[in-house]
T-cell receptor, first 114, second 111 residues
């Protein structure tokens, strides 16, 4: 089983619908992240969390919200999806260390908003 | 200027060739550097960290030039399986430890 699991892997939805992407991890890491990837733009940070009571906005948080239900779970919500939120979404975890350590990514959730 | 810049490529090279990618970063306070590999429609995975003294892992060599603010990745004896996008990743100092990704350089190794 993957250390970082994302569901759903693929989703097609319509404008205005509420969507939740879920992420769970078995690595025991406190730090969790949500990124989106668009062609030519690389990975951009949406939200990050350093523990259950800590939630922080990233570069592009508008239109998104998150919930850290437990150390192992970090969900991303789109309250009212719009077409420009069509992208590949990655959850990642990270251990602690002098330089923060390696990022471990889930397999990605491909979202299409029509 | 982007915080982390990479030539998007694609770099089309024959099997067995040596290929090098550079990545420039804008913030001189950047602390740590990595190369990640991303296969098409897959998640990024750490290829190697980049140390000040440089480091080598088999056919892969990474170098850091702080004076000129760039890191490099050299791949020797390219294999078909090396075809992927290579992401440059730069960590900033501070509690957040901001991680910035380059947009990636695409490598296609041709038989």
């Amino acid at each position: 089983d993957a250390d970082v699991t994302q569901t759903p892997r693929n989703r097609i939805t319509k404008t205005g619908k509420r969507i939740m992407l879920e992420c769970s991890q078995t690595k025991g890491h406190d730090r969790m992240y949500w990124y989106r990837q668009d062609p030519g733009l690389g990975l951009r940070l949406i939200y990050y969390s350093f523990d259950v009571k800590d939630i922080n906005k990233g570069e592009i948080s508008d239109g998104y919200s998150v919930s850290r239900q437990a150390q192992a779970k970090f969900s991303l919500s789109l309250e009212s999806a719009i077409p420009n939120q069509t992208a590949l979404y990655f959850c990642a975890t990270r251990g602690t260390g002098r330089d923060g350590g390696e990022l471990f990514f889930g397999e990605g959730s491909r979202l299409t908003v029509l | 200027r982007k915080e982390v810049e990479q030539d998007p490529g694609p770099f089309n090279v024959p099997e067995g060739a040596t290929v090098a990618f550079n990545c420039t970063y804008s913030n001189s306070a950047s602390q740590s550097f990595f190369w990640y590999r991303q296969d098409c429609r897959k998640e990024p995975k750490l290829l190697m960290s980049v140390y000040s003294s440089g480091n080598e892992d088999g056919r892969f060599t990474a170098q850091l030039n702080r004076a000129s603010q760039y890191i490099s990745l050299l791949i020797r004896d390219s294999k078909l399986s090396d075809s992927a996008t290579y992401l440059c990743v730069v960590n900033m100092p501070g509690g957040y430890q901001k991680v910035t990704f380059g947009t990636g350089t695409k490598l296609q190794v041709i038989p």
